[in-house]
């Protein structure tokens, strides 16, 4: 079965009913749970754990049930700070965040597919990844 790391904004979009975004990011992740593997990192947990204050409402939000957990891989840590690099090289704003690239990053090390609705980053610096994205 194929996996796809699924981005936190698409997790943030359905858990909060983003009025804009949650339908669209519902779907995408049903349909992509229907062939393929829901996989998260650190990062992702990271971020979408801001909007709950307790550890268990986001268990409750991300079971491992439905979504596997993967250490971020050394390689995709080289990879991030190379595309981070070249981002502000290219005058990319400072306060942008690194975990962005190292989501990218990890995509790209695993061969993963991302989940995303931000997808404009992931092209330039991982153009490599398949997104799924609107």
Known sequence: ????LVDSNVILDVVTSD?????????????VADESSLVINPLVYAEVSMGFERIEELESALPASVFLR?????????LAGKAFSRYRK??????????????GAHAAIAGYSLLTRDARRYRTYFPTVRLIAP
């Open 19 to 31: 009025p804009n975004w949650g339908d669209w990011s519902s779907a995408a992740m049903e349909r």
């Open 70 to 78: 993967e250490s971020l891989p050394y390689e995709a840590a080289f």
């Open 1 to 4: 079965m194929n996996a796809v």
């Open 90 to 103: 290219r005058g990319g704003a400072r306060g942008s965040p690194l975990p962005d690239f190292y989501i």
